[in-house]
């Protein structure tokens, strides 16, 4: 059973930078597609990154491109997400997620949320404030 377990998120100012890490057990993360997600207080959850299970396919939203960089590393079973230049508006629980599947459809159909990944982690809160 593969469980995702995130780490990273705190309190940070506008301008700021965090690195999230989603950390895999159970299974080798190196079969499964990763999404982050974020859901901010009522609102939608949403798709902003994802990754391949190879890493060769990335996806983000538009609200986050230029800023935020997702990559992994499957010797160390961990999906990570970079992001720099943060903005209050990013404030949310993130959350990341996994999926098995053909690596170009599921990146794409995973980020649009149009495919639900099966396992998720609990999420890290991120805050951006001053």
């Known amino acids: 059973q593969l469980q995702l377990v995130e780490s990273g998120g705190g309190l940070v100012q506008p301008g700021g930078s965090l690195r999230l890490s989603c950390a895999a057990s159970?299974?080798?993360?190196?079969?499964?597609?990763i999404g982050w997600f974020r859901q901010a207080p009522g609102k939608e959850r949403e798709g902003i990154s994802c990754?391949?299970?190879?890493?060769?396919?990335?996806s983000y939203a538009d609200s986050v491109k230029g800023r935020f960089t997702i990559s992994r590393d499957n010797a160390k079973n961990t999906v990570y997400l970079q992001m720099n230049s943060l903005k209050p508006e990013d404030t949310a629980v993130y959350y990341c997620?996994?999926?098995?599947?053909?690596?170009?459809?599921?990146?794409?159909?995973?980020?649009?949320?149009?495919?639900?990944?099966?396992?998720w982690g609990q999420g890290t809160q991120v805050t951006v404030s001053s």
């Open positions: 990754i391949s299970s190879n890493g060769a396919i990335t």
């Open positions: 997620a996994a999926s098995s599947g053909p690596p170009l459809t599921t990146v794409q159909a995973m980020c649009a949320l149009t495919r639900i990944p099966g396992y």
């Open positions: 159970g299974v080798t993360l190196g079969y499964y597609n």
